[in-house]
Structure formats: structure tokens, C-alpha cells
């Protein structure tokens, strides 16, 4: 109940062939061979590779200064006050 047996999907295959025609069907699973194909192509001219460059190192930035300094806040406050 729920799961496609096999009599299922193949209904769905001969209605799928009625409706977009025997090329059409065929050249459309072409085509997905196809993709498939260049997918694994491109997949294995990425391990074939030398050994990768080392990525550059990103150096630390120097200590932030802190977005509030309460003491120096506080007298620029005293001194619009005044």
C-alpha cells in the first residue's frame, strides 16, 4: 500500500510513451545518458589533478577595538553635558 509495484510502473512507462511519442521518449533518456556521462567524466578529471596547490594562509587581523569603552564613553557624555 502506497509503494509502486512493478504492473504500476509499467502502465506509467506506456503512458509515458503514448504521450510524448517513441522518439521523444527515447531521445529524452539519451540525453539523461548523456548528462550522466559528462557528470562522471567531470568527476573523474577532478581526482586525476596533481597534488592541489596549499591554500594561501589568511593571517590573523590584530585585536579589534572594543565597540564601546565605558570610562571614555562616559566622559565624552560628561562633557556634552555641560
Known sequence: MGS??????LILAVVAI???G??????LM????????NF???MAEEDDDTPARPRP????????EPAY???R??????EDRR
Do not use: M, T, W, Y
Not at 539519451?30 to 548528462?35: F, P
Open 57 to 64: 594562509r589568511i593571517e590573523a587581523q590584530s585585536s579589534a
Open 18 to 20: 503514448l504521450l510524448l
Open 30 to 37: 539519451g540525453d539523461v545518458a548523456k548528462g550522466v556521462k
Open 73 to 78: 564613553d562616559a566622559d565624552r557624555v560628561r
Open 4 to 9: 509502486f509495484s512493478l504492473p504500476h510502473i
Open 40 to 42: 562522471k567524466k567531470g
Open 69 to 71: 569603552d565605558r570610562d
Open 22 to 27: 517513441g522518439g521523444r521518449f527515447s531521445n
